[in-house]
């Protein structure tokens, strides 16, 4: 499982030019899924996600993780995260789940969230999304789940 985190100040989706999901201060989550990823790389991602400290405390350090702010979370499924880029001038595909199973993982992945942190939104899976944010820093990191 692969994913790129952004601190933002709001971020939105929309699909069809309607709008399907927004928050304001807070993480978007781009989320590629991986062949071979299981229950093991979800617990990983979530642990991660709602404890990384990269929020800023009072002394302007980045000390408080999501949920100590009460911050928006947006997870988007981005099935080209998982494109092998190594050779050539094409990406391969060949390590992302099958769409069908991505699916089902992103699904879950998201209900797990949901349990521990239930303001959760989300894109739309295999829509054609158009994703806006406000990068706030910009902070972004990218982690990759084995």
């Known amino acids: 499982m692969i994913a790129v985190l952004q601190r933002v100040s709001q971020s939105q989706i929309h699909v069809d030019q309607e709008l399907i999901a927004s928050i304001e201060?807070?993480?978007?989550?781009?989320?590629?899924?991986?062949?071979?990823?299981q229950q093991e790389q979800m617990d990983k991602f979530i642990?991660?996600?709602?404890?990384?400290?990269i929020f800023v405390d009072n002394e302007d350090k980045m000390n408080l993780n999501l949920q100590q702010?009460?911050?928006?979370?947006?997870?988007?499924?981005?099935?080209?995260?998982?494109a092998d880029t190594?050779?050539?001038?094409?990406?391969?595909?060949?390590q992302c789940e099958t769409p069908s199973a991505a699916r089902l993982k992103f699904a879950e992945l998201l209900d797990k969230?949901?349990?521990i942190?239930?303001?959760t939104?989300?894109?739309?899976?295999?829509?054609?999304m158009k994703v806006s944010l406000?990068?706030?820093?910009?902070?972004t990191f990218t982690f990759q789940f084995k």
């Open 25 to 37: 201060q807070g993480l978007m989550v781009l989320v590629g899924i991986e062949k071979n990823d």
């Open 47 to 53: 642990h991660k996600v709602l404890n990384y400290r």
């Open 69 to 82: 702010i009460n911050g928006g979370l947006l997870l988007i499924p981005q099935f080209t995260l998982a």
């Open 86 to 94: 190594n050779k050539g001038l094409r990406p391969s595909f060949s």
């Open 113 to 115: 969230t949901r349990q």
């Open 117 to 119: 942190y239930p303001t």
């Open 121 to 128: 939104q989300s894109g739309k899976f295999g829509a054609d």
């Open 134 to 139: 406000i990068n706030d820093g910009p902070v």
